[in-house]
């Protein structure tokens, strides 16, 4: 069974603060990861894409992945209060037919950043 | 602009009252999928499509049907909906191993 697991929160940071958020995963052959925000009753936007290794920044956004460990994080620095969503955390896994790649999402981190 | 669009945004029907939300994408991906979102369960996948004619089951495909006539259109078809198919729909759109594109939403009820 293929499984992409997030701590649901929810997670509570002060503004400015830095929040982490963290996502593991079960396959070793994983290849491509991804962060999604989502605003309540709203659609998940892409935030951060990452494929190799080590670190990723965008902005205020770090993504880290390890693969060796089968995690993923992502960092948001200076974190604001319009950056309380809930925090999708997906992984691309090769199907078990072996003919698809399929992505796998966690259930969500939801973030609160209180003024 | 590259987008995924889906319609209506909001619906309400009655219990087998066979209703249709139409997917559509500009992006000339090949990879479509339909996700429900309810509360504590997450997206879980309904259907997907890897190409035009090529459909298979996702996770929950229980009480619906799909059809990809089109690459860019795929749309999700209840025949014969129940309350327990009230739920947030989202349709997805892709290429391999690239991120996924969200549609806004269609929010559907059934009493």
């Known amino acids: 069974q293929k499984e992409v697991e997030q701590n649901s929160g929810p997670l509570s940071v002060p503004e400015g603060a830095i929040a982490s958020l963290n996502c593991t995963y079960s396959d070793r052959g994983s290849q491509s990861f991804f962060w999604y925000r989502q605003y309540s009753g709203k659609s998940p936007e892409l935030i951060m894409f990452i494929y190799s290794n080590g670190d990723k920044e965008d902005g205020r956004f770090t993504a880290q992945l390890n693969k060796a460990s089968q995690y993923v994080s992502l960092l948001i620095r200076d974190s604001q209060p319009s950056d309380s969503a809930t925090y999708l955390c997906a992984v691309n896994f090769l199907s078990d037919a072996g003919n698809n790649r399929k992505l796998i999402w966690g259930l969500g981190t939801s973030l609160g950043v209180n003024p | 602009e590259a987008q995924v669009t889906q319609n209506p945004r909001y619906l309400i029907t009655v219990t087998g009252k066979k209703l249709t939300v139409t997917c559509s994408q500009n992006m000339n991906h090949e990879y479509m999928s339909w996700y429900r979102q309810d509360p504590g369960l997450g997206l879980r996948q309904i259907y997907y499509s890897m190409n035009v004619e090529v459909t298979d089951k996702g996770d929950v495909p229980e009480g619906y049907k799909v059809s990809r006539k089109e690459k860019r259109n795929f749309p999700l078809i209840l025949e014969s909906p129940s309350p327990n198919q009230t739920s947030l729909y989202f349709c997805?759109?892709?290429?391999?191993?690239?991120?996924?594109?969200f549609g806004q939403g269609t929010r559907l009820t059934v009493v």
């Open positions: 997805a759109s892709r290429r391999m191993n690239t991120e996924a594109f």
